[in-house]
């Protein structure tokens, strides 16, 4: 999981410098299961959206590898950073007890 908040997040430095107001919502994980997992994961969690911006007071989620950066060869997305099994979300204004029930579900499909 990558999250700038966390001590030994590799942009934590220059989070803590430029983000002085707090970290926002961007949250990313890989999936066990690769690709295939990471696509079931997107199309069956309910609560979140499937769109590729981020910043909304709704939460989103998105699979960047079959999505945003699809025109990528695998060579590449691998080269920029992008694992297959990556799953990108957004967190928005929903109460957390219901983001976490509905990451929860979601995984436990996989």
């Avoid at 966390?6 to 989070?15: E, R, V």
């Avoid at 002085?20 to 309910?46: P, Y």
Wanted: hydrophobic share 45%; aromatic share 4%.
């Amino acid at each position: 999981m990558r999250y700038p908040g966390l001590p030994d997040d590799p942009a934590g430095t220059l989070a803590r410098k430029y983000l002085k107001n707090g970290f926002g919502g961007m949250v990313v994980f890989g999936v066990k299961g690769g690709s295939a997992a990471a696509v079931r994961l997107v199309d069956s969690i309910r609560l979140f959206s499937l769109l590729a911006n981020v910043g909304d007071a709704k939460s989103l989620i998105i699979h960047p590898a079959s999505t945003t950066h699809s025109q990528l060869s695998d060579e590449q997305q691998r080269a920029a950073g992008l694992i297959p099994e990556l799953i990108r979300l957004s967190i928005g204004l929903e109460h957390i007890d219901d983001i976490k029930e509905a990451l929860a579900d979601a995984l436990a499909q996989l």
